[in-house]
């Protein structure tokens, strides 16, 4: 088997244990592989390797403590499951010590096992697409690898983003669902100084009233019944990184007074607790609701509106850009694709004329399930309407520019922006293009918008 398809690599000399981890794993949908010894295992992994380790401590030849220090030299965040007899389980602790994920005790259950893996492949999943990620930084324009488009709302928007990330002011996101406000927070925080600490996200409206304060601010042991141990609230874990609250509409009135007396003084205090307790971090609100309005109904506090109306960014609604829906739509058609192992299906001019002028009533994120479907073949039209959705009411004169600039545009891109080539790829003269370009605001059509 490819080491690229292997999720999960079992070390076990045991056979009949093995064989019985094996299934398992491969019965909850994971690819598997099992070895006898650590020195197989070790052909099998390298720097990249996109699973987790399954491992016996006690192996033959290489013992699978002497695996774990080679494996964390090679990569530190390498997930490695440890399986211990009973007398094993100190020699466990401090290997876990030593950078071990977990480990399991034998005899262990089916649902044991696989509640390790599954942990230990998501933690796997999340450092290789933010190593990905850094590598895709460095090597391009940063902001334009996380906001796709090259209309002039995309453009002014990643600017105000580049002046903004660096800076220790506090932001307010405005945008309707699915515009995409917790990727504006990632990119303000990603290129940001505090990049390197922790990007803390709450959605205000997917917490019940009575355990939103312990969630945010946390909470001393026997502060309440039920609090058996101290919690660290998600204002303190934000320490020296990013707190982004989405839906700030939605936070009680009650928390929006403790919420801004935090954003006064910078300092909170646990439930249960009489200390306080100092914190530096930038603090990011998304709204899709005009938080004025609320104000005059008293549904939000006034205070605490003047406190995060400072620096604001407000994000377009898709059919307010509808020259980047086919860019866009083309890059969520290639993360399907490679998602599910199949080729992109080509798109059709028809197709792409179709997807401009529908409305998006659910923007970024309906487009991104429209490409999904299209990638699976679930749906015979591109766009489903819903009699309750609102109607495109673009005119047709404008919807067949917008599609000619948008198909110049990619093709000037696909063509790292030679004229010739584009001019040969859309069978039109030079000239001819050359005035489109300028006419379409073009001129700069070698960009990649990444």
Request: glycine share 6%.
């Amino acid at each position: 088997m490819p080491t690229k398809n292997i999720q999960v690599l079992v070390i076990e000399d045991d056979a009949d244990v093995r064989l019985s981890c094996e299934q398992a794993i491969e019965l909850e949908g994971f690819s598997t592989e099992g070895v006898d010894s650590a020195e197989k295992a070790r052909r099998l992994v390298n720097a990249d390797f996109p699973g987790v380790i399954v491992s016996d401590i006690r192996l033959p030849g290489m013992d699978g403590l002497s695996l774990l220090r080679e494996l964390m030299v090679m990569d530190a965040t390498l997930p490695i499951v440890l399986i211990t007899g009973h007398g094993d389980i100190a020699m466990a602790v401090q290997a876990m010590k030593d950078g071990a994920y977990d480990f399991i005790e034998k005899p262990f259950t089916r649902d044991r096992l696989i509640d390790a893996v599954r942990r230990a492949l998501d933690k796997r999943r999340l450092t290789l697409e933010v190593r990905e990620l850094r590598q895709r930084i460095q090597g391009h324009p940063p902001i334009q690898n996380w906001l796709i488009g090259y209309s002039s709302a995309m453009e002014q928007l990643r600017r105000l983003i580049s002046n903004l990330a660096d800076t220790a002011i506090d932001v307010l996101i405005y945008g309707e669902t699915g515009t995409g406000k917790d990727l504006v927070a990632q990119c303000l925080h990603q290129f940001s100084q505090r990049s390197n600490k922790h990007f803390v996200a709450l959605n205000c409206g997917g917490l019940p009233d009575t355990l939103f304060e312990s969630e945010i601010f946390g909470h001393e042991a026997g502060a309440f019944t039920g609090a058996s141990k101290r919690r660290i609230g998600k204002i303190e874990h934000a320490q020296g990184g990013t707190l982004f609250l989405d839906e700030i509409e939605s936070m009680p009135i009650a928390m929006q007074i403790k919420f801004l007396r935090f954003l006064q003084e910078r300092t909170i205090e646990r439930l249960g607790s009489n200390t306080p307790v100092a914190v530096d971090c930038r603090v990011i609100a998304a709204t899709k609701e005009n938080l004025e309005v609320l104000v005059e109904k008293g549904q939000f506090r006034r205070d605490l509106y003047y406190r995060l109306n400072v620096a604001t960014l407000e994000l377009p609604p898709l059919r307010e850009r509808r020259e980047d829906i086919t860019l866009l739509f083309e890059h969520f058609v290639g993360q399907a694709a490679t998602r599910h192992g199949r080729e992109p299906p080509p798109m059709s001019p028809l197709q792409a004329r179709e997807l401009i002028a529908h409305a998006w009533p659910g923007n970024i994120r309906e487009l991104r399930n429209v490409a999904e479907c299209f990638v699976l073949g679930l749906r015979p039209s591109m766009i489903v309407e819903h009699s309750d959705a609102p109607k495109s009411l673009i005119p047709l004169a404008e919807a067949v520019e917008i599609f000619e600039r948008s198909l110049i545009a990619d093709e000037l891109r696909r063509q790292n922006g030679s004229l010739a080539r584009t001019s040969e790829a859309l069978s039109i003269p030079k000239a001819t293009l050359h005035d489109k370009i300028r006419r379409y605001g073009l001129a700069d059509g070698n960009r990649r918008p990444l």
